[in-house]
């Protein structure tokens, strides 16, 4: 995807501050320093565009990325991280379900897991809930380089089964590293807007 002007629109902590405009949305969703904003990051080939962090929980808001005035990416907070208070972690929870819930402009998700663990509880109802309302949606299993080759299709087996995936939700490895899987997630992201 040849990306020439993405652009940070704004932080929305609440449906108040979402932007208005006609453009698609496509969401990345996953737990907390899973990876989101490193592969949109990669996506866009900025490493500046979305702020990362070794720190769980650096994303509180929802982040608006403007990619050459023709399609939205928009990082979402990560979920399941311990240590936040329960009262922000509700508010993290009522703003993702409201995005995700009512917001008309959303296209499709990245819905991120980690290629080392088996998905958690959160990964799982995050997924049946995406499956249930049949928002297009992409599983990419991030930080796939810090596996092994051979431990691959074993992995791929276990985020499936505990993801109870049927074979057409399509499913990639990333690594924001080494840049695999920029292609497939791109070409998703894609077929959604429209090329």
């Known amino acids: 995807m040849k990306v020439k002007v993405p652009r940070f629109v704004t932080s929305a902590y ?10 698609l949305e496509i969401a990345f969703s996953g737990r ?6 490193s592969m949109i990051n990669k996506l866009v080939n900025n490493s500046k565009l979305a702020r990362t962090s070794s720190q769980p929980g650096r994303t509180q808001s929802i982040n608006f990325y403007n990619i050459d005035d ?3 990416l928009v990082d979402l907070p990560g979920y399941g991280f311990a240590r936040v208070p329960q009262k922000m972690k509700e508010q993290w929870r009522h703003l ?3 995005y995700l819930r009512n917001r ?16 958690s509880k959160e990964d799982q109802m995050m997924v049946d809930w995406l499956m249930a309302t049949g928002i297009p949606t992409l599983i990419a299993a991030t930080k796939v380089d810090k596996i092994s080759r051979g431990e691959r299709a074993k992995q791929e087996k276990l985020i499936r089964e505990t993801l109870k995936l049927d074979k057409e939700v399509p499913f990639c490895f990333f690594s924001a590293r080494t840049t695999e899987g920029v292609n497939f997630v791109t070409d998703f992201i894609l077929e959604i807007i429209g090329g």
């Open 14 to 23: 609440s449906s108040k501050n979402f932007p208005v405009h006609n453009f």
């Open 104 to 119: 008309p402009n959303l296209a499709g998700i990245v819905q991120i897991v980690d290629a080392r663990h088996k998905p």
């Open 70 to 72: 023709r399609f939205f």
């Open 96 to 98: 993702i379900d409201d």
């Open 32 to 37: 907390s320093n899973v990876g989101k904003s």
